[in-house]
């Protein structure tokens, strides 16, 4: 059975960065995509970054290009997404997903397993 479980969200102020991890269990993240997404309240989730199971293939959001980075570590079976220069609009629940039937996507729909969230509060 896979699990994710994400962790490193916390309430930082703008200008600043955070690391958030995704530690996974059952299948090993170079295995499938994984990808990270968030939803704010009364939004949809959305996507924010993916990297494919080559590990390095990546996609970002046009939102969160060149501020925030996807990586894994194999031997960790952990991805990890360094969120800098953070801002009030990154404020959100933070999800990390795996897809273990595609290389690489950033379809929220394709995505078969998903964490518990952790919460990213950025204050102005």
């Known amino acids: 059975q896979v699990q994710l479980v994400e962790s490193g969200g916390g309430l930082v102020q703008a200008g600043d960065s955070l690391r958030l991890s995704c530690a996974a269990s059952?299948?090993?993240?170079?295995?499938?995509?994984m990808g990270w997404f968030r939803q704010a309240p009364g939004k949809e989730r959305e996507f924010v970054a993916s990297i494919g199971r080559n590990g390095v293939t990546t996609y970002y959001a046009d939102s969160v290009k060149g501020r925030f980075t996807i990586s894994r570590d194999n031997a960790k079976n952990t991805v990890y997404l360094q969120m800098n220069s953070l801002k009030p609009e990154d404020t959100a629940v933070y999800y990390c997903?795996?897809?273990?039937?595609?290389?690489?996507?950033?379809?929220?729909?394709?995505?078969?397993?998903w964490g518990q969230g952790t919460q990213v509060t950025i204050s102005s």
């Open positions: 997903a795996a897809n273990y039937r595609l290389r690489i996507s950033v379809d929220v729909a394709s995505f078969d397993y």
């Open positions: 059952g299948r090993t993240v170079n295995s499938g995509a």
